[in-house]
């Protein structure tokens, strides 16, 4: 068994969490924050046979886009002395960020 942990952005969560539904594919799904751009995005954890990973990353491939970003001011690293940013500052947000972590073991009571 494996761990994916998949970060999406909160566009495309609800549509994941129904592709894994249909697919019967367990998942659970949290609110997070990204660190760069402080605005929320969803992590879902999902624990699947090794021989559904694959299936697993390719929905989620399929189901996520990249979009285009703007940093707002109180965001932006780059600003002026009054605190406004000087320019538009745009960021290209992935579809997912995914990791696959092996599991030690697997409990349910
Ligand atoms: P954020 O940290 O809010 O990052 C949003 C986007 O900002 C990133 O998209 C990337 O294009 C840009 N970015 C992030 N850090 C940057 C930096 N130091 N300098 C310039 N640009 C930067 P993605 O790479 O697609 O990441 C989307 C979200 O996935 C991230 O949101 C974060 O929540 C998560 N993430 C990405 N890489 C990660 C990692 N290695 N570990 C944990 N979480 C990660």
């Known amino acids: 068994m494996k761990l994916v942990m998949a970060i999406v952005q909160d566009?495309?969560?609800?549509?994941?969490?129904?592709?894994?539904?249909?697919?019967?594919?367990?998942a659970t799904?949290?609110?997070s924050t990204g660190g760069f751009l402080k605005a929320g995005n969803s992590t879902f954890i999902i624990g699947v046979e090794e021989e559904r990973v694959q299936e697993t990353l390719e929905l989620i491939k399929q189901t996520c886009q990249s979009?285009?970003?703007y940093l707002s001011s109180s965001m932006s690293l780059d600003v002026?002395?009054?605190?406004?940013v000087p320019y538009?500052?745009?960021?290209e947000v992935g579809g997912a960020t995914v990791f696959v972590?092996?599991?030690?073991?697997?409990?349910?009571?």
């Open 67 to 69: 979009r285009k970003q």
């Open 80 to 84: 002026t002395l009054d605190g406004q």
């Open 11 to 26: 566009k495309d969560s609800n549509r994941l969490a129904n592709e894994f539904i249909d697919a019967n594919i367990r």
């Open 88 to 91: 538009p500052v745009e960021v």
């Open 101 to 109: 972590l092996p599991i030690e073991g697997f409990h349910q009571y």
């Open 29 to 31: 799904k949290l609110s």
